[in-house]
């Protein structure tokens, strides 16, 4: 024999057990979350700015789909950039002949910038190299900025190591930059200086590519310095 029940009872059990429900749904959707988050961490670290004012670079290990099927040779660093309120972000990027230590060169160069940043922001940065068709090609975005061109035909990547390679930071190191510092995000060059067509060392240039992000209220400072009228950015001209 069945009990009867009172409708309000009924209405109350059905409450209870879509409560149960929801409950064991959205704690499932938390776990999931909290899974994702972890995953995030892992991959990026914990992210934590400790002075505003800079700017703040962290290195990002590459994801394994971040290289398109097809690509045959690739070599691709990411980095996660903190800016401070009021920073308006420049890019400049330089292939063919650079410099060992500061802008500059001879080749293919792209300037990009941004306007003012009202608040603090986070900009996700690649540098990239990748071969197509036997031919190198240089890539650089930071946010809503990328530039690309085409490296020199003798340019050849054949093993990392032969080159003078320079991230910006390393592992799982965090930098923290002058907000009027102009940063070199990226430089590749070859161990020896570059030789002209009859053979000739052409001086303090070397086949690579670099890649500087700096404050548009600096970009008067930036261009006399890869120009060569400044030994640094911080440099006061007489």
């Known amino acids: 024999m069945f009990r009867k029940h009172s409708p309000l009872r009924i209405v109350l059990i059905t409450i209870?057990?879509?409560?149960?429900?929801?409950?064991?749904?959205?704690?499932?959707?938390?776990?999931?979350?909290?899974?994702?988050?972890?995953?995030?961490?892992?991959?990026?670290?914990?992210?934590k700015v400790e002075d505003e004012s800079k700017v703040v670079i962290a290195r990002i290990p590459v994801a394994k789909d971040a290289i398109p099927p097809g690509?045959?040779?690739?070599?691709?660093?990411?980095?996660?950039?903190?800016?401070?309120?009021?920073?308006?972000?420049?890019?400049?990027?330089t292939s063919g002949l650079v410099k060992a230590n500061a802008p500059g060169g001879q080749g293919s160069q792209n300037t990009g910038m941004s306007g003012q940043i009202a608040?603090?922001?986070?900009?996700?940065?690649?540098?990239?190299?990748?071969?197509?068709?036997?031919?190198?090609?240089?890539?650089?975005?930071?946010g809503g900025n990328s530039s690309s061109a085409s490296m020199p035909?003798?340019?050849?990547?054949?093993?990392?190591?032969?080159?003078?390679?320079?991230?910006?930071?390393?592992?799982?190191?965090?930098?923290?930059?002058?907000a009027d510092e102009a940063i070199c995000l990226f430089r590749i060059r070859e161990n020896e200086m570059a030789t002209d067509g009859r053979g000739n060392i052409i001086k303090d240039l070397y086949a690579g590519c670099t890649a500087y992000i700096f404050s548009e209220d600096q970009q008067d400072a930036f261009t006399e310095w890869s120009q060569g009228q400044r030994n640094s950015m911080k440099e006061t001209l007489q």
């Open 16 to 47: 209870s057990a879509v409560g149960i429900a929801c409950t064991l749904y959205y704690n499932e959707e938390r776990n999931q979350l909290r899974g994702t988050l972890t995953e995030l961490q892992k991959q990026v670290g914990v992210w």
């Open 71 to 93: 690509v045959g040779k690739c070599h691709l660093w990411q980095y996660r950039i903190h800016l401070p309120a009021k920073y308006a972000p420049c890019v400049s990027s």
């Open 119 to 142: 608040e603090p922001e986070q900009k996700l940065a690649t540098v990239a190299l990748i071969e197509t068709d036997d031919q190198w090609k240089f890539y650089f975005r930071v």
């Open 153 to 178: 035909p003798d340019f050849s990547i054949e093993r990392l190591g032969d080159f003078v390679v320079e991230p910006v930071v390393s592992g799982n190191e965090i930098g923290a930059f002058d």
